[in-house]
């Protein structure tokens, strides 16, 4: 069995369920965008209200905590830098707590797990580059999707292979990853993952672009439905790593 925490649309579970695990997810609400849901078991829970010792029997836990907050602050708007330096301003401590504690419930629930099992049960967290000043540096990063945890020693090869795009843009395509150059001082990050994803980002632009060419998908909610669905469908875990992390850990 896995559990898949922060699970939405399931991009996790898909590469769980590929391997033969059987898995449960648990997220605060439940994301149907027309045919995509999410395709195994699904417990409606806080994460924060969860305690590891029910996930005892799991053989790996995945989790995918919001990024919201950390991808804002990365951002170069005068909003997000105040509120990093408030965060960074606060000497008791509660400010950086609040932001991290999602991630940090995480590993609670590992350690509890772990120790409920009396043994070790492996764990990967994902999140974005603009997590690490706060929770400390990835072990490694497929694309834009950040690795924290039990993260393998061998992982499949991001290397991209240059090929011209219709914009004359230089596309670099490697492992079912694509990447744009964009000159916005941010090297290159993945516009998309299938064609659903480079749809839903032509409404929104590159993640750590600027100006026109920023996506605010990944760092700002809404209510509006469709914005909702492609906030979900990017943020969605790329099968081939999902499918790697599963068979690395396959029991």
């Given at each position: 069995m896995a559990v898949d925490l922060f699970c939405g649309l399931g991009g996790w579970t898909e590469g769980l369920l590929a391997e033969g695990y059987d898995v449960v997810g648990f997220d605060n609400e439940r994301h149907v965008y027309g045919?995509?849901?999410?395709?195994?078991q699904l417990v409606l829970q806080d994460v924060l209200t969860l305690h590891g010792s029910r996930f005892r029997n799991a053989a790996l836990i995945v989790a995918s905590p919001?990024?919201?907050?950390?991808s804002y602050m990365a951002m170069p708007w005068k909003r997000g830098k105040a509120m990093a330096a408030a965060i960074r301003d606060d000497q008791s401590g509660r400010k950086l707590d609040a932001l991290n504690a999602l991630f940090n419930a995480c590993f609670r629930i590992q350690r509890e797990a772990c120790e409920a099992a009396g043994h070790h049960i492996p764990m990967v967290v994902e999140n974005v580059k603009g997590a690490?000043?706060?929770?400390?540096?990835?072990a490694w990063h497929y694309g834009s999707?950040?690795?924290?945890?039990?993260v393998p020693a061998l992982m499949p090869s991001t290397r991209a292979?240059?090929?011209?795009?219709k914009s004359g843009r230089r596309t670099d395509v490697g492992n079912g990853v694509r990447f744009t150059s964009r000159d916005c001082g941010t090297g290159k990050q993945p516009v998309g993952f299938n064609d659903d994803k480079r749809r839903a980002e032509k409404c929104g632009g590159d993640w750590f672009g600027?100006?026109?060419d920023c996506s605010l998908m990944r760092q700002m909610s809404?209510?509006?439905s469709a914005r909702k669905a492609a906030s979900a469908q990017i943020a969605k875990i790329p099968f081939e790593l999902a499918r790697w992390i599963a068979r690395v850990y396959r029991p």
């Open positions: 045919d995509q849901r999410y395709p195994a919001p990024c919201q907050a950390y690490q000043p706060w929770v400390g540096p990835a999707f950040y690795l924290w945890g039990d292979l240059k090929v011209a795009s600027s100006g026109p809404s209510k509006s």
